[in-house]
């Protein structure tokens, strides 16, 4: 397919739709569980430490009921841990198990090893223009609060 400027975006997402093929078919290859991605975004907000859930619901950008039930996902994988705060029981923290620091590990050198192959080809000063532009253009998305 041959792309244009006014398709710029549908090429973003082709490379997203590619960019997770890649890793469902690593995963599988390493017997990970196949989780979405807002349960891997879980897993490595909680690689710098437990967090409580309207921590965690914040960095996900999320709800607290869908927080919740990603969370228990995650729990009843044995990939995180759910304890209750010893001075207000009604705050909840999350932390990774050892088998869900082992995850991140693994995910950790899948997704390098798919940047090396994304990367193939291009010089350092190419990536970094390329991460410019694609904030740039994120930017200019979020920043337009009038779009329908």
């Known amino acids: 397919m041959e792309y244009s400027v006014s398709s710029v975006l549908s090429l973003i997402s082709r490379i997203h739709s590619q960019s997770q093929n890649f890793l469902h078919k690593k995963m599988a290859e390493n017997g990970l569980p196949d989780l979405a991605t807002s349960h891997g975004f879980i897993l490595f907000c909680l690689s710098k430490g437990a967090l409580s859930f309207s921590e965690l619901t914040e960095k996900i950008n999320r709800d607290k009921s869908t927080t919740t039930a990603l969370v228990k996902k995650l729990e009843n994988l044995g990939l995180v841990e759910i304890h209750v ?9 999350v932390s990774l198990t050892e088998k ?28 970094r223009t390329l991460l410019s532009l694609l904030v740039r253009l994120s930017q200019n998305i979020s920043d ?4 329908p």
């Open 144 to 147: 337009d609060r009038d779009f």
């Open 85 to 93: 705060c010893a001075s207000d029981s009604r705050r909840k923290f």
């Open 100 to 127: 869900g620091r082992a995850y991140n590990e693994t995910t950790s050198a899948l997704s390098q090893e798919l940047l090396a192959t994304a990367y193939r080809g291009l010089a350092d000063e190419d990536v």
